[in-house]
């Protein structure tokens, strides 16, 4: 019966990514076109001639809907079709060959934030107004405060030019070449998380039902393991969502600073060099990734928080 | 048997640099003998943005540029110093009016996959440039090639270009006007020879590892994108005996200061550039490193001559141009060794005497009290100030110095200028249609090591003359330049052009652009020029020091 409700909302959410993501290409489409300026200006202007065989080329030249329409069939494919820009590079290679990049440190970022900012977070909830809190959420306030263009250059010089530890930049798949990405990716989420966890938790252990277990005299520790936790993680599990689509589709800053090559970058060089078709692929990408993590976030929600799927089940 | 040291490098004992020294650099008939030599000759060079591709007749922009130019090779090609030399050609004949080029290929020469390069390959490929089809954004290099205009138009077939093979080894070019400088336009990589076998095989992924066949001194290896380009030496290079470096790698790095870090974490041996705000830093920490030099390049900004203030307002101009103090631009403001400039041809540019403008032998103070007569005479006056905009595109730098020669104009002449930054893209949108821009920013990087790529840019028709200039003298001395034959007189000509230019002022010119890049002293084999055209083929890297002494390891050497 559980079960078959979860399905059921599944689905239901799935048909509605269908006109999400038409609406998300189209006004992307056009949007990029109203920006101005074309892919092909730079300093240097091109002769007309010459224009105009680059603008046959990409099919620039067509009237702006017949272009719209092209795009849709060669989405409908799944050909995102050449960049302007990496001109020897189609969009579905540049994704393709950037986003594992991108995903690897994302993700491992994302289990290191979630694993070390829950710690952090039920610690200090447990001491609430102890020293350790206090120094927790200090850490957690400085891990949110100090942007990453701020932590990862003094990383590199402190770790990479003093120390020669790690190296600077650079990417090879190798760990030494992940440490410092994924810390910089992480401090602001472990930041976030512990704080998050903290409140929820004192909110948890201040509930009537956990009053009640540790009233029967069940050991602390089982009362927060068994029935604490779950409830106490439902706002960290919502936040994850978008925060997993962020890390993993790449940071522009966190790219640039380590010289990685993900897919953040093209993002921000596409829309500046007005490579519309990457822009737009990069804009699907995107859309269909957090479509889908917040569906799995909706799913893990209706698992861990009954509540919700009582009300969807009637 | 001629021994010999380099002059460069070895700088002061102890110097506070932490970076491995070099061992003293050998020569032996031009060549470092080899027990000076690294064990392993990698050389790692920071390239800016991932290049734009690697196909030379889609290419544009600096980082492509310095790849493709290690991968291919042209009838001609750069030596160390700038000069054009002998590349894929040997020799060549140019006919008595300069009309006609005959290029006798090199024998030896060959593919990266063993294949002959014969004159047909150039014949296919300097079509394949010109043809529509494959939009090439550099066609207009190809200009001065008989009927090249119309075929890049699509007016004429390919066949119809001024190219055509008359042995297996000799090719023709025929030219629509002498173009003195057309031997450095055959070094660029718009006329590079492609692989035709190739390129039909596998089309858009020509240039990928595996696929690309080049005749240049490396081939391509391997192709990460936005992490790395490794280039290995190519044995069927006609020159590969000489060639020393095994490996090239280039790194995309786009954030200056992540290069700056990699290099001082000694992951790099050449950078693509340094953080314009370290100079100081630099200069102190990393003396023997640090390289400055001239690059083809004016800075300065323009003038919309179509928009009032600037109607027929020359007085009003020549006290704008004259009332900032270029020394203190570049000693205090750009801090980067720029070189002040009042003139337009930048200096370094092979045979010419720029046309310097009188107001440089005069002191700042001269030229600022000739600035507010003219100010005064144009009608402005404390009461009734000038009221203008400073356009330019998003950078620190730009923003840096709009905002010192807003501050000089007041300061000097009561002029009120404010500034407006915009978008890359919007800014040059709006720079090109003249109807918003007052003063902006402008700027040029020569294509080739000639004043004509200056000077061209003021002709009444050329697309980047968003100053509206026009000058009827100017447009008939340009004509006259590019169908002139003796240097001597194409020299005074354009010397003419230059002055003329200036004269009028529809630009404010602020200084000459320097390449700044840190180089690791153990790298030898490399010289400045102004094209800032680094071929890793003639570079080696030296052993280095032996840290513990600090002096020179002693090398057997039998002169020394």
């Given at each position: ?314 | ?55 030379p ?8 540029g310095?790849?493709l130019r290690?991968?291919f090779e042209g009838l001609t090609t750069e030596a160390?110093?700038g000069r054009i030399i002998p590349g894929a050609a ?48 550099y066609?207009?290099m ?39 400088y057309f031997l450095n336009l055959l070094a660029h990589p718009s006329l590079y020879p ?22 240049g ?230 294509d080739y090591n000639d ?78 020029n102004?094209m800032?055209h680094?071929y ?25």
């Amino acid at each position: 019966m559980i079960q078959e409700d979860i399905v059921r909302h599944g689905i239901s959410r799935l048909v509605g990514l269908v006109p999400t993501l038409l609406m998300l290409i189209t006004i992307a489409f056009f949007l990029i076109r109203v920006a101005p300026g074309g892919p092909f200006d730079s300093e240097k202007p091109l002769p007309p001639e010459i224009r105009a065989n680059l603008d046959a080329k990409y099919h620039l030249d067509e009237p702006l809907i017949q272009q719209y329409f092209r795009y849709l069939g060669q989405i409908l494919v799944l050909d995102f079709g050449p960049s302007y820009q990496y001109k020897d590079w189609t969009v579905n290679e540049l994704i393709a060959r950037g986003f594992p990049v991108s995903l690897t440190i994302g993700a491992l970022a994302m289990v290191l934030a979630f694993v070390l900012g829950t710690l952090i977070g039920i610690t200090a909830a447990l001491r609430q107004n102890s020293w350790v809190d206090y120094g927790a959420m200090g850490f957690a306030m400085l891990g949110m405060s100090i942007p990453n263009f701020v932590i990862a250059p003094a990383l590199i010089l402190l770790l990479a030019v003093n120390a020669g530890w790690l190296p600077a930049g650079g990417w090879d798949w190798s760990i030494q070449r992940m440490v410092l990405p994924v810390i910089t990716l992480a401090l602001p989420v472990i930041a976030y998380i512990a704080r998050l966890t903290r409140g929820s938790m004192i909110e948890v252990l201040h509930s009537n039902y956990i009053r009640t277990a540790r009233s029967k005299g069940l050991p602390k520790r089982i009362v927060i393991r068994r029935h604490a936790l779950k409830p106490a993680l439902l706002p960290v599990i919502s936040y994850m969502g978008p925060a997993t689509a962020g890390l993993i589709t790449g940071s522009v800053i966190v790219e640039q600073i380590y010289s990685i090559p993900g897919i953040g970058s093209y993002f921000v060089q596409g829309a500046l060099n007005r490579d519309y078709t990457l822009v737009m692929g990069v804009v699907i990408f995107y859309g269909v990734i957090i479509i889908v993590l917040n569906f799995i976030v909706d799913m893990l929600y209706a698992w861990l928080n009954p509540r919700i799927r009582y009300d969807e089940g009637r | 048997m001629a021994v010999s040291c380099d002059g460069q490098g070895d700088g002061p004992e102890g110097g506070r640099s932490s970076r491995p020294q070099p061992v003293e650099d050998v020569l032996l008939d031009g060549r470092p003998i080899p027990s000076v030599l690294a064990d392993e000759q990698v050389l790692i060079r920071g390239n800016g943005e991932e290049p734009q591709t690697l196909d030379p007749h889609l290419a544009e922009g600096v980082p492509s540029g310095h790849i493709l130019r290690d991968l291919f090779e042209g009838l001609t090609t750069e030596a160390p110093d700038g000069r054009i030399i002998p590349g894929a050609a040997s020799r060549w004949n140019i006919s008595a009016d300069g009309l006609t080029y005959t290029f006798y290929l090199r024998r030896d020469g060959a593919w990266s996959n063993g294949d002959a390069l014969t004159a047909e390959d150039f014949v296919f490929s300097i079509r394949r440039s010109a043809d529509p089809v494959t939009a090439s954004n550099y066609g207009n290099m190809l200009y001065p090639i008989a009927n090249a205009r119309e075929v890049l138009s699509g007016e004429l077939p390919t066949d119809a270009l001024g190219v055509t093979s008359l042995d297996r080894f000799t090719l023709q070019i025929t030219l629509t006007d002498p173009t003195p400088y057309f031997l450095n336009l055959l070094a660029h990589p718009s006329l590079y020879p492609v692989h035709r076998a190739s390129l039909e095989a596998h089309g858009r992924q020509f240039s990928r590892p595996g696929n690309l066949v080049s005749n240049g001194a490396y081939m391509l290896e391997e192709w990460a994108i936005r992490s790395h380009i490794g280039l290995v030496k190519n044995p069927n290079y006609h020159g590969a005996d000489d060639v020393i470096l095994e490996r090239v790698r280039y790194l995309p790095i786009e954030d200056q200061s992540t290069e700056l870090k990699t290099f001082r974490a000694g992951e790099l041996h050449w950078t693509y550039e340094v953080p314009n705000n370290q100079f100081k830093w630099l200069r102190e920490n990393y003396p023997d490193e640090l390289v400055v030099s001239p690059w083809l390049g004016s800075y300065f900004f323009g003038f919309n001559l179509l928009r009032e203030p600037f109607i027929d307002s020359p007085d009003l101009r020549r006290a704008l141009v004259l009332a900032i103090d270029r020394d203190v631009l570049t000693d205090k403001v750009t801090q980067f060794g720029e070189l002040p400039s009042y003139n337009l041809v930048p200096p370094g540019v092979t045979d010419y005497e720029p046309a310097i403008p009188d107001y440089v032998s005069w002191t700042q103070e001269e030229r600022e009290a000739e600035a507010r007569r003219l100010y005064a005479l144009a009608g402005y006056s404390a009461e009734k100030p000038l009221r203008v905009e400073i356009r330019y595109n998003t950078s620190e730098n730009h923003k840096k110095v709009a905002l010192a020669i807003a501050s000089m104009w007041k300061q000097v002449l009561g002029a009120i200028a404010t500034l407006v930054n915009e978008e890359w893209k919007v800014f040059l949108q709006n720079r090109d249609q003249q109807v918003v821009t007052q003063v902006f920013r402008a700027g040029w990087i020569g294509d080739y090591n000639d004043p004509h790529t200056f000077l061209s840019l003021f002709h009444s028709d050329h697309g980047l003359n968003d100053y509206g200039y026009s000058n009827s003298t100017v447009d008939a001395l340009l004509q006259e330049i590019s169908s002139e034959r003796i240097p001597g007189r194409r020299q005074r000509m354009m010397q003419e052009t230059e002055r003329i230019i200036i004269e009028d002022d529809p630009i404010l010119l602020v200084y000459a652009y320097v390449t700044r890049r840190l180089v690791d002293s153990r790298v030898r084999g490399w010289q400045d020029n102004v094209m800032d055209h680094h071929y890793s083929r003639g570079m080696y890297i030296l052993k280095a020091r032996s840290a513990s002494s600090g002096r020179a390891k002693p090398v057997d050497v039998g002169g020394e």
